[in-house]
């Protein structure tokens, strides 16, 4: 199982552990490019992208990569969107769940 397989199983207990709302996965906030976060809870507003290959020489880690990733966070900042960045040790940390818990509780 990859990485990403295994986060869309995991993700969603660890909310439930930690008394969150359920986000949605894979949410599509643009029509017009596609544009997907990796979870979203559309009624706050909040986003998380979990950054996996920041160490390794992978799809988004390259100048070309970079470059779309900050076109596609650039617009969801123009749609109003707040997004929390995170690495996988990150979520596992517990940062990760005082970030969402503020975000969350923001609106």
Known sequence: MS???SLLLSFPRW???HD???P????????VRR??????????????????????AGRHSGGAGQIRDFEKFSEAAAQGWRIIHV??????SGRTLDWLQ???NCR
């Open 3 to 5: 990485q990403r397989e």
């Open 15 to 17: 909310c439930h552990a």
């Open 20 to 22: 969150l709302t359920m």
């Open 24 to 31: 949605v996965a894979e949410y599509r906030f643009d029509e």
């Open 35 to 56: 544009w997907r976060f990796d979870w979203a809870w559309p009624d706050h507003g909040v986003a998380l992208e979990q950054h996996g290959g920041v160490w390794i």
């Open 87 to 92: 690495t996988p040790q990150q979520l596992e």
């Open 102 to 104: 503020r975000s969350l």
